[in-house]
Each structure stands twice: as C-alpha cells, then as structure tokens.
C-alpha cells in the first residue's frame, strides 16, 4: 500500500477496479485542518483524468501494472505487431495507443508497453527517432525570410514540415510526441 508521503508523478495506483496513473499533485498544508494532497489522476484504460483531495495518512492501493521492453515489427491492418525482447513473445496492440506517432514507427524500433492484468494498455515510444527523407520539394530561392518550412515524406510515409535546407537522402531526427522535425543528423 502506498501512503500520501509516496505521492509523485507517474506512481500507478487501483482505484475502482482500474489503473490510475498521477499526472501531478501538490501537497496542501491549510492553516486551519488537516493536511492534504491535491492530486491529478488519469484513467490508464480510457484516458479520462479526475482531481480528489487525498488526506493525509490515507492509504493507495497499487496497480498491477507490468512494463516491458519490447520492439515494434510492423503493422497488420489498424494494429500493430511487437515482440518482447526477453521471451520473443508477440503482442498485437491498436495503432490507436500510439497516436499519430504510428506513422513514424518503423522495423525494429524499441518501445515500452506497459500491461494490466496481462492487457496491453500503453505504448510510448522513445522521445525521437531518426528517419530518411525520401521525397521533398526543392527550397525556393528568396523563401529565407523568418523560420520557413516544406513538406517532406520520410521512409515510413509520414509527412513532416522541415526547413528549407533539407533534401532527400538527408537523416532528421523527429520527437515522437509532437511529430515535428528536431534536427538533421549526420549519416553513419
């Protein structure tokens, strides 16, 4: 059991049945009362958040949650095929986990899938991956003024917004939560 001293961002708790996890919270020490913790939660199973005042001394229950290591095969319809890296197992989980940063997902790729009673529930991807751009129009002479930017396709198909200079054949890397471009990185 957890306690409210154990409160912090990304603790998972059971609450009604379901997987909880704390998005943020803050500890309230009124003048007049009991202490308190104010605590954000978001529902693991349908995304839903709700705010509840926990009481000092009161107890949390945890979640039965697992995370795994695992890596992303390919994609099978709207689902996505990922094989634990310990037993080789293979998972099929909805395209729907990952958002928009499906499209950015390719061969190989390392992932975390966090499960509840053996039920994959979340996929998260590292922070960004390095993909080829494949197809991109030429940058327009006296287009410089302030931060401009094209659409280019990368490998997987996605379609991201770049700066000017960059052509096809270059390597970007792209954060996976925001699906933007970061960076040009050198080709090994």
Do not use: H
């Not at 693991?44 to 705010?51: C, D, I």
């Amino acid at each position: 059991m957890y306690d409210t001293s154990d409160i912090r961002k990304g603790l998972k708790v059971l609450m009604d049945g379901n997987p909880w996890t704390v998005i943020e919270f803050q500890f309230v020490k009124p003048g007049k009362g009991a202490a308190f913790t104010r605590t954000v939660f978001k529902n693991l199973l349908n995304g839903k958040t709700k705010e509840m005042n926990i009481r000092s001394g009161e107890k949390l229950e945890p979640a039965n949650v697992d995370q795994r290591d695992m890596q992303f095969l390919y994609k099978e319809g709207g689902d996505l095929v990922l094989m634990d890296q310990s037993n080789y197992e293979q998972v099929s989980v909805s395209a729907e986990m990952v958002g928009k940063a499906a499209d950015l997902l390719k061969d190989n790729l390392p992932c975390t899938v966090l499960f509840f009673n053996e039920r994959a529930i979340d996929v998260s991807l590292q922070t960004c991956v390095t993909l080829e751009i494949t197809a991109s129009e030429p940058g327009v002479r006296g287009d410089t003024s302030g931060n401009v930017q094209k659409p280019a396709t990368v490998e997987t198909g996605a379609e991201i917004m770049v700066p000017l200079f960059i052509r096809v054949g270059d390597m970007i890397k792209i954060d996976t939560r925001t699906i933007e471009y970061v960076e040009r990185v050198a080709k090994t």
